[in-house]
Each structure stands twice: as C-alpha cells, then as structure tokens.
C-alpha cells in the first residue's frame, strides 16, 4: 500500500518569510496567500491541475517588487517536491505536456534527474499582467529557474505559440502542473529507482 506523499517547509530571509505545506497524492485543494494576486492565481491552478494539495503562505517585500517572493516561493515549492518524492522509487520520472490556451499553445517536458537544469523559450518584451498592481511577465522564468533548481529537475518550457502574455503563463503553469503530475505517479511496473545509476 503506497503512502502519501507529503513535505512541509518553512524558510525565512531578510526579504521573504514562506510556509509551505504539499501533498503529492492529493485532489488539488489549495489555500494560497502571496501578496501577489495573479500568482495566486497561478498557484492555484497549478495546485487544481496537478491535483497537488497546496498551502502556501508568502510574506515578502513586494513594496520593493515581486521578485524575491515570486523566485523564493519556487524554490521552497521545488524542495517540498524533493523531500515529498524522496528516493523517488517506482515513479514515472518524465512527464510531458502539450497543453493549449485559445491561441497559446505551451509545451513542457521534465526529468526528474537529480540534475538542475531549465531551457525557456517564450517571446521577448511581453507586456506586463494585471491592473494597477502589474506582474511582470518575465517572473514566470524566474519562478521556473528556482524551482527546477531547488526541486532538480531538468525542465524544458517553450511556448509553440502566443501572444496574449496571461493566456502564455497560464498555459506553462497548468502545463508544468500536468508534466508533474505525470512524472510524479507511481508505475507498478517499476522496480526501485528508475535509473541505471540506481539513483536521481
């Protein structure tokens, strides 16, 4: 009988003070507090198509700008992964997603390596999201650097096509959302760790 996966992580700096409670194995309820709006919103359908159980709760300094809080939530949210997979025995470990968003069309691909890597390709100079409090577009490139960074994995996003910048980080979030929820499953037919290393 398989547990469920959970991790529970708390880090505070001078700039970000963030709690973050996961289940892997979960339905994708979530309670999500940033400061951020539309990266709550980005959290939560990550949570509800990834049937992640998410809690996060973001005190930053977003007086300054949202960077530290949106890159710091994802590294947090990159090690309760980690912690929550453990050795990652009997898992799928690659997960890929083409997933469609009226006329944005975004691909994601992961490895659960043990290996950091990200590979990002979106147009450039896109337009900010949002009314008075904007949230600039390229922090969906930061956020996917912390967290393939701090969870190891080596992560791949294009976005095929695009121009509306909300429809373009949605569609990588719910894709992201989708890829690892493939590649977080257990495969019965895997035996131990799924690598000839025998280790990620």
């Not at 910048?165 to 992201?176: Q, R, T, V």
Request: charged content about 25%; glycine content about 8%.
């Amino acid at each position: 009988m398989q547990t469920t996966r959970t991790a529970k992580q708390h880090r505070k700096t001078a700039e970000t003070d963030i709690q973050i409670e996961l289940v892997v194995d979960g339905s994708g309820v979530s309670q999500i507090d940033t400061g951020v709006p539309f990266f709550d919103h980005m959290l939560t359908l990550f949570s509800k198509h990834g049937l992640f159980d998410l809690k996060v709760k973001v005190v930053g300094d977003i007086e300054v700008d949202y960077h530290h809080t949106v890159e710091d939530t994802g590294i947090v949210l990159g090690q309760c992964f980690r912690e929550a997979l453990g050795n990652k025995a009997g898992i799928t470990r690659y997960g890929f997603w083409l997933l469609p968003m009226d006329e944005t069309l975004a691909e994601v691909a992961l490895d659960l390596s043990g290996r950091a890597f990200l590979s990002y390709h979106a147009p450039e100079r896109v337009e900010a999201i949002g009314g008075i409090n904007r949230f600039s577009y390229q922090l969906v490139e930061e956020f996917l650097r912390a967290f393939s960074s701090s969870l190891l994995a080596t992560l791949h996003v294009e976005i095929r096509r695009g121009r509306d910048a909300h429809h373009m980080a949605e569609a990588i979030f719910k894709g992201l959302a989708r890829a690892l929820d493939v590649a977080t499953r257990h495969d019965p037919r895997v035996t131990g760790i799924p690598s000839t290393k025998e280790v990620l």
